[in-house]
């Protein structure tokens, strides 16, 4: 069972990977390969960092609101 927050969460990564396939190759491929890397990187952090969570979670938020605004069609990934 998952929390609100979780399903948040969820609900914001599905958005950015539809938002991702709206973009034209290659940026789709980079967009969504960040994403995952990301969301993969940090699945494991326990539930109890809470505030680490919020943390990650409203920095992609704002990421993702930057890019959208911006027309971004590519990223570089490090």
Same mark, same amino acid.
């Given at each position: 069972?998952?929390?609100?927050?979780?399903? +948040?969460?969820?609900?914001?990564?599905?958005?950015?990977?539809?938002?991702?396939?709206?973009?034209?190759?290659?940026?789709?491929?980079?967009?969504?390969?960040?994403?995952?890397? +990301?969301?993969?990187?940090?699945?494991?952090?326990?539930?109890?960092?809470?505030?680490?969570? +919020?943390?990650?979670?409203?920095?992609?938020?704002?990421?993702? +609101?930057?890019?959208?605004?911006?027309?971004?069609?590519?990223?570089?990934?490090?």
């Amino acid at each position: 069972m998952h929390s609100k927050f979780q399903k +948040e969460i969820l609900q914001f990564y599905r958005q950015v990977i539809k938002w991702a396939n709206l973009k034209p190759e290659p940026a789709r491929l980079t967009i969504k390969q960040y994403a995952q890397n +990301e969301y993969r990187k940090n699945q494991n952090i326990p539930k109890k960092k809470f505030d680490r969570i +919020e943390f990650l979670f409203r920095q992609g938020k704002n990421k993702y +609101e930057i890019w959208k605004d911006a027309k971004i069609d590519k990223i570089q990934m490090h």
